[in-house]
């Protein structure tokens, strides 16, 4: 059974930071492209982020220069760095693990809900 499970999620003011972590279980995490995705509520998900088995990164223009993603393969677990919070940010933030070949091979996080407001 694979599972995602996030956390770090909260309310923050702008300008502020978070770290959202995810932890998989139930696949081998080192093979698979790992993301972070998010939805506000009345638009459709979007990529924020995203992490190759080869640790290679990618980020949305809206993430790019305040967002870090990273992997610890040992601990089976994809970090999402996020600094200087705008209210837009605000969102739920699903962790989404991708199989780069096996693409039928695609989970979803619960998501965890990240609110930036003073």
């Known amino acids: 059974q694979v599972q995602l499970v996030e956390s770090g999620g909260g309310l923050v003011q702008p300008g502020g930071s978070l770290r959202l972590s995810c932890v998989a279980s139930g696949i081998i995490f080192s093979s698979y492209n790992m993301g972070w995705y998010r939805q506000a509520p009345g638009k459709l998900r979007e990529l924020v982020a995203r992490?190759?088995?080869?640790?290679?990164?990618n980020y949305a223009d809206s993430a790019q220069g305040r967002f870090t993603i990273s992997r610890d393969n040992a601990k089976n677990t994809v970090y999402l760095q996020m600094s200087s919070l705008k209210p837009e940010d605000t969102a739920v933030y699903y962790c989404?693990?991708?199989?780069?070949?096996?693409?039928?091979?695609?989970?979803w996080g619960q998501g965890t809900q990240v609110t930036v407001s003073s």
């Open positions: 992490i190759s088995s080869g640790e290679r990164t």
């Open positions: 989404n693990a991708r199989h780069p070949v096996l693409a039928h091979f695609d989970y």
